[in-house]
């Protein structure tokens, strides 16, 4: 059954599976406009963290409320990914791409236009749940194209690194664009990077969808529904931890609310007749194993992030700008990271790569632990991020490979929301919870107490790499072969 809606040049059958089809000459073109589209998702997850104090002063924010700015998109984004990608599998995957790319192109307009603080939330929920429907279809649409095995594997690694570019950019370009053209261009920059996404997208990406003979189109609305709030109250609960407390009545209330409604979540989906996430993906030991890493690393990776930037600029007082410069090293690590990754998750398998990379995670963060009050970028950062920014790439591929390894073409849309939700949670935990080790061991606000509270975080980043370690050695196998 052929489901394309592209123009005839690009027209052909959507529905053939995987280990039949002959390779896709555009695939790896198809890969360009899918990373475009990633980058921009990392990119606009992180590029106002610089850009905050101009919008707050510009749009007359009460004091404290600018950081919604950034947190509403985290909510929306975090917790629609598993709609975002069921919705791809059931209703086609390049379809889904396109909408969810001009609503972010729309929602990236209205941000820029937001003349009100009300009207740039509304504008960064819109896009949040955009890029929830983006990166999962975007992943699942890599999936569908590339075979599993060795090719699959190289287009992940360009997948991973294009994230730790993104994420890298944003911390580059945030500050001096708001300075110098107005904090509305860090969103406009958007509008041009996803209209060419959205004009090639027919050219050069086939539609897929999951078989309607064995996957029949009917809906979960109930299962939509609790999971959806259920992942939002959660990440809300971590944003707001470090500032309620963690044993604050708040917190608790709202983590309390999350495991209720992701509980009555699995009770819906054990006994729906067309489940929104079939709990038998579960099943799957690497699949299991392979998000529980993305999980941890996602904490790992988001709390050195965070950690180091305070340290960066409170401790050494560097300005933005110098930060974002003194961070390229970890963005061209994790590229290399990912690049030699791949290679070897073909040659010796995802668990002994993802193990080698936990330990150099863990190595980086105990060393940027030894940190100093009177520090050197050269002589406190830089090695840390050099080594990080290895084991930061070369995870992201291990782990992601595992948690996709076997996924049948029908369930890509489905593991890929699962895969980078459970990345997008972690990094919630990682950053509230290093947060909250600072604030313990830095009563006062005095740079020698901030130094040791830095300190303190970084070693727990050292703690949640040892877990991954774990994660990696008990959980992940080779995954049994891949089902229809």
């Known amino acids: 059954m052929n489901t394309s809606i592209a123009s005839p040049s690009a027209a052909r059958p959507a529905t ?13 073109k198809a890969l360009a406009v899918l990373c475009a589209a990633y980058f921009m998702v990392i990119l606009d997850s992180q590029i106002v963290i610089l850009a905050l104090p101009s919008i707050e002063r ?19 984004f975090g917790g629609l990914l598993l709609l975002g990608g069921r919705m791809a599998d059931l209703l086609g995957r390049r379809r889904m791409f396109m909408l969810g790319t001009g609503l972010f192109l729309v929602a990236s307009l209205g941000c820029g236009l937001a003349a009100s603080p009300r009207a740039l939330i509304v504008a960064r929920v819109l896009q949040g749940a955009a890029a929830a429907v983006m990166s999962p279809s975007a992943l699942s649409i890599l999936m569908t194209t590339f075979s599993e095995g060795s090719e699959r594997n190289k287009a992940l690694g360009i997948w991973s690194g294009m994230g730790g570019v993104g994420a890298t950019s944003a911390l580059l370009v945030g500050g001096p664009l708001a300075d110098v053209l107005g ?16 004009l090639l997208c027919p050219m050069l990406l086939r539609e897929s969808r999951a078989d309607e003979r064995t996957h029949p189109r009917r809906y979960d609305p109930a299962g939509a529904l609790t999971i959806t709030a ?40 054990a006994r729906s007749a067309a489940p929104l996430v079939p709990l038998s993906i579960f099943r799957s030991r690497t699949l299991v194993g392979g998000n529980l890493l993305m999980l941890v690393l996602g904490m790992t990776a988001w709390g050195v992030g965070t950690t180091v930037s305070l340290y960066a600029q409170k401790v050494l007082g560097y300005s933005a700008l110098q930060f974002g410069l003194g961070t390229a090293v970890l963005t061209v690590m994790a590229v290399v990271g990912s690049t030699f990754g791949q290679g070897f998750v073909t040659r010796v398998g995802f668990r002994r790569v993802a193990m080698a990379a936990m330990l150099l995670l863990g190595a980086a963060s105990l060393l940027l632990s030894r940190i100093r009050l009177n ?14 920014g290895a084991g930061l790439g ?46 313990s061991f830095a009563a006062v606000q005095s740079v020698p107490a901030l130094h040791r509270g830095y300190q303190a975080s970084f070693i727990a980043c050292a703690v949640f790499a040892m877990a991954g370690l774990l994660v990696a050695w008990r959980l992940l196998r080779r995954p049994p072969m891949q089902r229809a």
């Not at 053939?16 to 896709?24: F, G, K, Q, S």
């Not at 890509?412 to 919870?433: E, K, M, P, R």
């Open 183 to 198: 904090w509305p261009w860090i969103f406009y920059i958007n509008v041009p990077v996803a209209g060419a996404v959205i």
């Open 58 to 76: 510009a749009l007359g924010f009460s004091p404290g409320h600018v950081q919604w700015v950034m947190s509403v998109y985290l909510l929306s």
């Open 16 to 28: 053939a599976t995987l280990a039949h089809d002959a390779p896709d000459p555009r695939r790896w």
């Open 230 to 269: 259920g992942l939002m109250l959660l990440v809300y609960a971590f944003v707001e931890a470090p500032a309620a407390g963690w044993l604050g009545a708040q917190t608790l209330g709202v983590f309390a609310g999350a495991v209720a409604l992701i509980a009555l979540f699995v009770l819906i989906e």
């Open 394 to 439: 070369a995870c992201a591929v291990a782990g992601s490979i595992a948690a996709l390894s076997g996924v049948g073409k029908s369930e890509a849309g489905l593991a890929s929301g699962i895969n980078t939700a459970a990345f997008q949670l972690g990094g919630a935990f990682g950053a509230a919870a290093v947060a909250t080790v600072a604030v």
């Open 375 to 388: 520090g050197t970028y050269f002589g406190d950062i830089f090695l840390g991020l050099f080594i990080f």
